[in-house]
């Protein structure tokens, strides 16, 4: 085999690499969108685990999540210690009953965060930030998993479970190489929601920070 063959072998094999690799991509990118617009509001009980780079655990809690597209949900943490993040779709309200304290931030500001484009569904913003690969089908259950496409971010690797066409597992890795894994369970797909569940108002024995950064 001359040198001009090889060549061509070597470019007709890299095409179509490169063409299965985009093919696979549209492929995850399609079935996601496909599973996150199912439906138009979400709630579930939820146990997040975090672990630090070397395994050990370094936190765990569990509560209840409410979601309504575009960009209202309720996150409600039960155990260990009490605390509720509302987003009313203009700000971010953080309460810390042990602290008695509240922090309201701009819901601008966290739309652009990976986990809110996910649960509000918003595929083509993610697609812009990350390479989404569909790891797993098997009818059953997906997994998919996205990459940053720059390296100024907050996650390096982002893993999404689906069992029965339902968000099951949201996998979260830093550039630290802490991992927060979110499960969830009592999934209810398009509840009805009261829109006052995405109201929050400032406990009057609270202090009221203003995060105008965050």
């Not at 209202?72 to 309200?93: A, F, H, M, N």
Request: aromatic share 10%; with cysteine; hydrophobic share 40%.
């Amino acid at each position: 085999m001359d040198f001009k063959q090889t060549v061509s072998k070597f470019l007709a094999a890299t095409l179509l690499t490169l063409f299965c690799s985009a093919a696979i991509a549209e492929q995850g990118t399609d079935k996601l969108h496909e599973l996150l617009q199912s439906h138009t509001s979400f709630s579930a009980n939820f146990e997040q685990v975090t672990l630090a780079e070397n395994g050990r655990e370094a936190q765990k809690t569990s509560g209840r999540v409410f979601l309504s597209k575009p960009n209202l949900y309720r996150w409600e943490t039960e155990i260990p210690y009490p605390q509720e993040i509302v987003s009313d779709g203009k700000y971010v309200w953080i309460y810390d009953p042990d602290l008695e304290q509240v922090t309201q931030r701009s819901a601008d500001t966290q739309e652009s965060s990976a986990p809110a484009l996910i649960l509000n569904g918003q595929i083509e913003e993610l697609s812009k930030k990350f390479s989404i690969r569909l790891l797993s089908d098997t009818g059953a259950d997906q997994i998919f998993e996205l990459i940053p496409l720059t390296e100024q971010h907050n996650f390096s690797n982002i893993r999404l479970a689906f069992t029965a066409d339902t968000i099951s597992e949201l996998m979260l890795e830093d550039s630290l190489g802490q991992r927060t894994s979110i499960v969830f369970s009592e999934q209810q797909i398009n509840p009805e929601l009261d829109d006052e569940i995405f109201f929050f108002r400032v406990p009057a024995d609270a202090d009221l920070l203003v995060d105008i950064e965050g």
